[in-house]
């Protein structure tokens, strides 16, 4: 069995993310394939006995922390700030000494800022797997992530770096992965050529499916997402101005959910409900009627559309939320881009319970075919057999 070499940014646990997903998931299937070793930045004390179910050895060391001097060091070397937070001499010399002591057929850096570890003269293929177009992300929420005027402009100039940066990195890639058609979209015709889109997969074991014959019965529709990621907060605050002069079927609660939704500063109308973090994800999709993806950003991973369709969850959502997933409007979902639009989907939920139930239908048989697990491992499969 060949060897991997796979590259981890950040903690994975509580697995509370959809970038978090995305490595879990993949290395599930990673290591159906490859013996897999793991090295990276953790500063949660339990994620080795985790990663070890997918890894053969893993290697974590304790994350960057840079004060605010090193990086205005860094900007007047032209390195982006991101790109040095990564950088870790311990990491480094781990690496060599694995791939001194062992025969690497791949090494795959899970965001772009650890591809800086791929070494020159490195023989096996480099693989690049990226959960967005990282300067286009800074760029759409630069005031939501940085408030103050001062830190704004610095890291406006930063961006000029990152960019260069991510331009040149790719060079040093054999295969470069984008979660989504959306995303790819974001790239130059030539940068295209070294990428593929690897879409998410899930762990369909995980989730329960329920009919809509069953669901019907519940009120509550869930707006779940990990509200510390500005597009999520961003949509959120459209929705509420959409809907803030509408009024509201009586039957109908909306819930917001998830990571960081205690901290939201909202104008909550009647009939909205923060309902905070859940560690057990499955028991939201079990108790939604259905799910509101109110997105207006493109990119990222929207596992949490993947993760619905397979708990039989219908799916609310805006063009761009449902974007280069390969779901159709009225098929797979109901889209809607205005307040007035949601109402009206809504008023398909109650009315019209054999056509959900039909979409639900559709959209599992869509999930099981091209999210799962063994549809990953076959595209990564037959990825490789190519090179």
Same mark, same amino acid.
């Given at each position: ?15 509370? /993310? ?30 080795? /006995? ?42 480094? +010399? ?5 791939? *001194? ?13 650890? *591809? ?55 060079? +040093? ?51 779940? *997402? ?95 939320? *449902? ?65």
């Amino acid at each position: 069995m060949k060897k991997l070499l796979y590259l981890i940014p950040y903690s994975i646990i509580p697995t509370d /993310s959809g970038g978090k997903k995305r490595i879990v998931n993949n290395l599930r299937v990673l290591s159906r394939l490859f013996e897999v070793q793991v090295v990276g930045f953790s500063g949660n004390k339990n994620e080795e /006995s985790v990663l070890k179910s997918f890894a053969e050895s893993v290697t974590l060391i304790e994350p960057n922390k840079l004060t605010n001097f090193s990086k205005l060091l860094f900007l007047s070397t032209n390195t982006p700030v991101t790109l040095s937070e990564f950088y870790s001499p311990i990491l480094e +010399k781990i690496i060599k000494n694995i791939l *001194a002591r062992d025969y690497i057929d791949i090494i795959w850096a899970n965001e772009i800022f650890l *591809a800086q570890y791929f070494p020159n003269n490195f023989k096996g293929l480099k693989v690049l797997d990226r959960q967005k177009i990282d300067s286009l992300y800074i760029r759409d929420v630069l005031k939501e992530l940085y408030p103050g005027k001062i830190k704004r402009s610095l890291k406006r100039f930063d961006l000029k770096n990152l960019k260069d940066y991510e331009r040149n990195i790719i060079d +040093k890639c054999d295969i470069c992965f984008l979660p989504s058609d959306q995303d790819m979209a974001n790239l130059t015709s030539e940068e295209k050529k070294k990428y593929e889109v690897l879409h998410n997969s899930i762990n369909l074991n995980k989730y329960t499916f329920i009919s809509y014959n069953e669901r019907k019965k519940l009120n509550g529709i869930s707006i779940f *997402a990990n509200w510390e990621y500005p597009p999520n907060t961003q949509g959120l605050k459209w929705f509420l101005k959409e809907i803030r002069d509408l009024t509201l079927p009586d039957h109908l609660i909306l819930n917001v959910e998830g990571k960081g939704s205690e901290e939201l500063r909202l104008k909550v109308k009647s009939g909205i409900n923060i309902r905070g973090y859940a560690k057990e994800i499955t028991q939201i999709y079990n108790n939604a009627r259905a799910m509101i993806v109110p997105l207006n950003t493109g990119g990222g991973t929207r596992l949490k559309i993947m993760e619905a369709l397979a708990s039989g969850v219908p799916v609310l959502s805006t063009k761009v939320g *449902a974007e280069g997933l390969g779901i159709v409007p009225g098929e797979h979902y109901l889209m809607f881009n205005s307040g007035k639009q949601f109402l009206e989907k809504v008023k398909i939920l109650k009315n019209k319970p054999e056509s959900i139930d039909k979409m639900v239908q559709a959209a599992y048989k869509l999930v099981k075919e091209n999210f799962s697990g063994k549809s990953i491992e076959k595209f990564l499969t037959d990825s490789f057999k190519k090179r």
